[in-house]
């Protein structure tokens, strides 16, 4: 984590969370909140076959979800950021305050 986490478009302090530091569109979150992210990992060559990293994920379907088989697709995008101080329930995991898809070039979109 230690060697990913510097070629990620993350930074993850005791400060908070900021999703695309040093682009044109830094998206800021106060400390205590989680980034889930999943991204080329940035250890490998430009082209080599990517591999993602994937940051605090898992199944992103809930234990509400399983009334039938559409519930059960994929919830979150690229990346989100959770605020755990909302309990997760049977559909989220706590609140989720943000969440996107990175561009065709994975780099962080501006907020709209």
Same mark, same amino acid.
């Given at each position: ?25 830094? @998206? =800021?979150? *106060?400390?205590g909140h989680v980034p889930v992210m %999943?991204? &080329?990992?940035?250890?490998?060559? +430009?082209?080599?076959t990517p591999r993602l990293v994937v ?18 697709? @994929? =919830?979150? *995008? ?6 755990? %101080?909302? &309990?997760?329930?049977?559909?989220? +995991? ?19």
């Open positions: 984590m230690a060697r990913v986490l510097p070629g990620l478009p993350l930074e993850w302090t005791a400060d908070g969370v900021v999703i695309g530091p040093g682009s044109a569109a830094p @998206r =800021r979150f *106060p400390a %999943a991204y &080329p990992n940035p250890l490998l060559p +430009p082209e080599a940051l605090n994920s898992g199944l992103t379907f809930r234990e509400e979800h399983d009334a039938n088989n559409a519930l059960q697709n @994929r =919830r979150l *995008p690229d990346w989100a950021v959770i605020d755990p %101080a909302v &309990p997760p329930d049977g559909r989220e +995991p706590g609140r989720v305050v943000a969440a996107d898809f990175f561009d065709e070039g994975w780099a962080v979109k501006r907020a709209e």
